[in-house]
């Protein structure tokens, strides 16, 4: 046991292969959701959004006045943002900036009223086997019925996610997994919360869809502690590898 957990500290937290444990992760779980296309727009631009919403206080009945300060709030972000950012010429920056709040509006109508939100952007995490589950969710709200909802919104264009079967809102599934387990709060449902489409993308079923969650945990679970994959980087030698005393091939006089 204590061997396990060593395995698999040393593996998330290799320097040397940060990304090992993540493919392999990948592999099992399809977790992996990829939101970068190459512009300005679905990255940087995506997590300011983020933060403006994060800032806002929604009220149950927002007037015109409410949403000129978001948009207010979210020109300064973007300002910040090119501060330290500089853009090849300033007209670019500026339209930039000016292609982003063409969705402010989006924005604003998509973000719950302040009063439904339970969290948003809060840290959590939560111990299956010797995985630990981290996770950052958007949004969380309660509803009318007692029952929560988590918000996971996105900046891209295309969507990505739908309601067919686990691994096409795996992100959502680990949230409310950990809501669940951490604070016992029943999910009931979650949404993708498109900016540049405006409308939502629900997600059912999640309770139901746990088990299918810790089945594929304990396989990767199971396969770190095994040590069942390969270290792609093959110009290190074994000796001057950190996790040399975790694995197999070394154990069995690899050089």
Same mark, same amino acid.
């Given at each position: 046991q204590e061997r396990t957990e060593q395995a698999c500290f040393e593996i998330i937290q290799s320097e040397e292969y940060p990304q090992t444990a993540k493919d392999m992760a990948n592999d099992i779980l399809t977790e992996y959701e990829n939101?970068?296309?190459?512009? *300005?727009?679905?990255?940087?631009?995506?997590?300011?959004?983020?933060e403006s919403l994060e800032n806002l206080k929604? $009220?149950?009945? $927002?007037?015109?006045?409410?949403?000129?300060?978001?948009?207010?709030?979210?020109?300064?972000? #973007?300002?910040? *943002?090119?501060?330290?950012?500089? $853009?090849?010429?300033?007209?670019?920056?500026? *339209?930039e900036k000016n292609q982003i709040l063409k969705y402010a509006r989006n924005a604003f109508n998509l973000s719950p009223c302040d009063k439904d939100k339970v969290m948003a952007e809060t840290d959590q995490e939560f111990e299956y086997e010797n995985i630990i589950i981290h996770g950052l969710p958007d949004c969380v709200i309660k509803k009318q019925d007692g029952t929560y909802a988590v918000i996971d919104y996105k900046f891209r264009g295309k969507s990505a996610h739908n309601n067919s079967k686990p691994e096409k809102h795996i992100q959502i599934l680990f949230y409310s997994y950990i809501l669940n387990k951490k604070y016992n709060y029943k999910v009931t449902s979650g949404e993708?919360?498109?900016?540049?489409?405006?409308? $939502?993308? #629900?997600?059912?079923?999640?309770?139901?869809?746990?088990?299918?969650?810790?089945?594929? #945990?304990?396989?990767?679970?199971?396969? #770190?502690?095994? *040590?069942?994959?390969?270290?792609?980087?093959?110009?290190?030698?074994?000796?001057?590898?950190?996790?040399?005393?975790?694995?197999?091939?070394?154990?069995?006089?690899?050089?």
């Open positions: 939101d970068e296309d190459g512009s *300005f727009q679905a990255n940087e631009a995506g997590q300011i959004i983020h929604k $009220p149950v009945c $927002p007037t015109s006045n409410d949403f000129e300060i978001y948009k207010q709030n979210l020109s300064e972000l #973007l300002d910040e *943002f090119l501060i330290y950012n500089v $853009p090849v010429t300033p007209d670019f920056g500026e *339209f993708y919360r498109y900016i540049k489409q405006k409308k $939502p993308i #629900l997600i059912t079923n999640i309770e139901n869809e746990f088990t299918y969650l810790e089945e594929k #945990l304990s396989k990767l679970n199971n396969d #770190l502690v095994d *040590f069942a994959f390969e270290i792609k980087d093959k110009l290190i030698d074994c000796k001057d590898c950190k996790l040399i005393k975790y694995c197999p091939k070394a154990r069995k006089g690899a050089k």
